[in-house]
């Protein structure tokens, strides 16, 4: 069975910084924003944690293209750096890496936190290093404390704010997989959202057994109405939950063999002539590039 190529080269490689083209040029309020005062932070305190990504050096310039960490270059430059790590591109790729980085999940970040700390790191030094007040770090350490590991699980790619948890962690844990159930397949996994799940749970499927109190300028009429809203799109999350792999199935299914229809210039031409609005409505199908719209 044949290797798949790396991307990178594996080993990191010393580059000049005065060797490396940015490939695009940033807004000059970069470096007033907190992401630029968190990098610079991060590294005075411990280095450079992710090395740039650049393209190998021009034959005639021995200049590198930069395809990821414009922030960081920028930084880098102006703490005094003369030399940065750098993994070089193995391919010619014409797109930018950096539309490609999966960046951290909320969880990702709380156990890699937990993780220093349970190797000594103070939370004032890794506060110190991130640019943040400690207490931002205390609440992302103890991020999980009281969510049950289904929720967790189901939270695992993606970013939201501590908030959340803060309303997950007053609910019971089959009232916690209920919620994260609904944020997750809304999409939308705010606390506003949250709070107002947390004002539509039952006494007895809170940790306390005491109603939350209510949301500001929400009257009981609308609470009432939430609640049975919410219970109904329980209800038709489930449905949806147990067809959902074979509909996909078909679709995909479906999609393939419009495709193969539509490649017959005659078929196209007949139902061109006969329901064209039927033959705009197969060509929309076909081209359609995700089934999660």
């Given at each position: 069975?044949?290797?798949?190529?790396?991307?990178?080269?594996?080993?990191?490689?010393?580059?000049?910084?005065?060797?490396?083209?940015?490939?695009?040029?940033?807004?000059?309020?970069?470096?007033?924003?907190?992401?630029?005062?968190?990098?610079?932070?991060?590294?005075?305190?411990?280095?450079?944690?992710?090395?740039?990504?650049?393209?190998?050096?021009?034959?005639?310039?021995?200049?590198?293209?930069?395809?990821?960490?414009?922030?960081?270059?920028?930084?880098?430059?102006?703490?005094?750096?003369?030399?940065?790590?750098?993994?070089?591109?193995?391919?010619?790729?014409?797109?930018?890496?950096?539309?490609?980085?999966?960046?951290?999940?909320?969880?990702?970040?709380?156990?890699?936190?937990?993780?220093?700390?349970?190797?000594?790191?103070?939370?004032?030094?890794?506060?110190?290093?991130?640019?943040?007040?400690?207490?931002?770090?205390?609440?992302?350490?103890?991020?999980?404390?009281?969510?049950?590991?289904?929720?967790?699980?189901?939270?695992?790619?993606?970013?939201?704010?501590?908030?959340?948890?803060?309303?997950?962690?007053?609910?019971?844990?089959?009232?916690?997989?209920?919620?994260?159930?609904?944020?997750?397949?809304?999409?939308?996994?705010?606390?506003?959202?949250?709070?107002?799940?947390?004002?539509?749970?039952?006494?007895?499927?809170?940790?306390?057994?005491?109603?939350?109190?209510?949301?500001?300028?929400?009257?009981?009429?609308?609470?009432?109405?939430?609640?049975?809203?919410?219970?109904?799109?329980?209800?038709?999350?489930?449905?949806?939950?147990?067809?959902?792999?074979?509909?996909?199935?078909?679709?995909?299914?479906?999609?393939?063999?419009?495709?193969?229809?539509?490649?017959?210039?005659?078929?196209?031409?007949?139902?061109?002539?006969?329901?064209?609005?039927?033959?705009?409505?197969?060509?929309l199908i076909a081209q359609t590039q995700s089934l999660d719209h």
């Amino acid at each position: 069975m044949s290797k798949i190529p790396l991307g990178f080269i594996a080993e990191p490689l010393s580059v000049p910084l005065d060797a490396i083209l940015p490939s695009r040029k940033l807004p000059a309020t970069v470096i007033t924003s907190v992401k630029y005062r968190q990098i610079c932070a991060s590294i005075k305190d411990i280095g450079l944690i992710e090395p740039l990504s650049v393209t190998a050096a021009d034959k005639t310039s021995k200049q590198h293209l930069l395809l990821d960490g414009h922030v960081r270059l920028i930084a880098l430059t102006e703490l005094g750096y003369e030399v940065a790590p750098c993994l070089v591109a193995t391919d010619d790729e014409a797109f930018t890496y950096n539309s490609r980085v999966n960046r951290l999940s909320t969880i990702e970040e709380h156990r890699m936190i937990r993780r220093a700390i349970d190797r000594g790191v103070s939370p004032d030094h890794l506060a110190t290093a991130l640019s943040v007040d400690v207490s931002h770090i205390i609440k992302k350490a103890s991020l999980l404390d009281g969510i049950c590991p289904e929720a967790a699980e189901m939270l695992k790619d993606r970013q939201f704010s501590t908030d959340v948890a803060r309303m997950l962690r007053k609910m019971k844990p089959t009232r916690q997989i209920e919620c994260v159930e609904l944020l997750v397949s809304a999409n939308n996994i705010t606390v506003p959202y949250a709070e107002a799940l947390l004002v539509a749970t039952p006494p007895d499927l809170l940790v306390d057994g005491k109603k939350t109190q209510k949301l500001t300028r929400v009257t009981p009429e609308q609470i009432s109405r939430m609640e049975r809203e919410m219970a109904n799109l329980q209800g038709q999350y489930k449905l949806v939950e147990q067809t959902y792999a074979d509909d996909v199935l078909n679709l995909v299914l479906a999609k393939g063999y419009l495709n193969k229809l539509l490649g017959n210039k005659a078929v196209v031409r007949f139902l061109g002539q006969k329901t064209p609005e039927l033959l705009s409505e197969f060509e929309l199908i076909a081209q359609t590039q995700s089934l999660d719209h």
